[in-house]
């Protein structure tokens, strides 16, 4: 086995053995040990994704896997090809007015290391992140208006790569379901299909 993927595999184990945030519930949910071109960053897991073991496992999984599908790689060819992590790896658990927990300044903190080092490990070219806490931690904060339907450009951990954002397709989100999201995600789903790594691996899937 190459050293880079023994360095992956040792960094998901190192990842599931954390303990940082004491008010997450775990486990950790940690995606393949892919060593790709592109880089999936996710928000947090929800409550169904611990129990499933693998990340955007449910509802929210299930809309973004029709983008993704819309535009050459359907859900079994995108988590064999893509490296899927997040800006928090553990469930936040439930507000007491109801809903998911937004995880904390702190909880973020703690687990940016964790992706620092994916993005050392893996080097990406394109970064997509989805939902606004991703967004935020790849682009630094700003309105999805500014962030969704571009090419950008980023860097950090000492790499640059492309990012494409993408709104979170919560169901209880309406972001995306009228204008202006209904034509910039049409437009960030276009920049995807064209950027010559998702052509890449869309070719490896046909």
Same mark, same amino acid.
């Given at each position: ?5 023994? #360095?992956?595999?040792? /960094? ?5 053995? =954390?303990?940082? =945030? ?8 940690? &995606? ?23 990340? +955007? #496992? ?8 029709? %983008? +993704?599908?819309?535009?050459?790689? *359907?859900?079994?060819? +995108?988590?064999?090809?893509? !490296? ?5 790896? =553990? ?6 007015? $109801? ?7 702190? @909880?973020?903190?703690? =687990?940016? *290391?964790?992706?620092? /080092?994916?993005? @050392? ?9 989805? $939902?606004?806490? #991703? ?7 700003? *309105?999805?208006?500014?962030?969704? &339907? ?10 640059? +790569? ?5 709104? /979170?397709?919560? $169901?209880?989100?309406?972001? !995306? ?20 790594? %998702? ?8």
């Amino acid at each position: 086995m190459p050293a880079a993927d023994r #360095a992956l595999l040792t /960094h998901l184990d190192e990842l599931r053995a =954390c303990r940082r =945030c004491p008010r997450m519930q775990g486990p950790v949910v940690v &995606g393949q040990p892919v060593r790709s071109d592109l880089l999936l960053i996710g928000q947090a897991p929800g409550p169904r994704e611990g129990q499933l073991g693998r990340p +955007f #496992a449910w509802t929210a999984g299930r809309q973004m896997f029709k %983008w +993704f599908s819309s535009i050459g790689l *359907p859900e079994p060819a +995108f988590r064999a090809r893509v !490296y899927m992590a997040a800006v928090c790896r =553990c469930f936040p658990g439930k507000r007491p007015s $109801g809903g998911d927990r937004e995880p904390a300044p702190d @909880e973020i903190s703690n =687990c940016a *290391p964790w992706l620092d /080092h994916e993005i @050392e490990l893996l080097a990406p070219r394109l970064v997509v992140p989805v $939902g606004r806490l #991703a967004i935020a931690e790849v682009l630094g904060p700003r *309105p999805l208006t500014e962030a969704i &339907g571009q090419r950008l450009r980023a860097q950090r951990a000492g790499k640059s +790569f492309d990012v494409i954002a993408l709104p /979170h397709p919560s $169901g209880a989100s309406t972001w !995306y379901k009228r204008e202006p999201g209904i034509r910039l995600l049409a437009q960030a789903l276009d920049l995807l299909a064209r950027h010559p790594t %998702w052509r890449k691996l869309a070719a490896q899937a046909a």
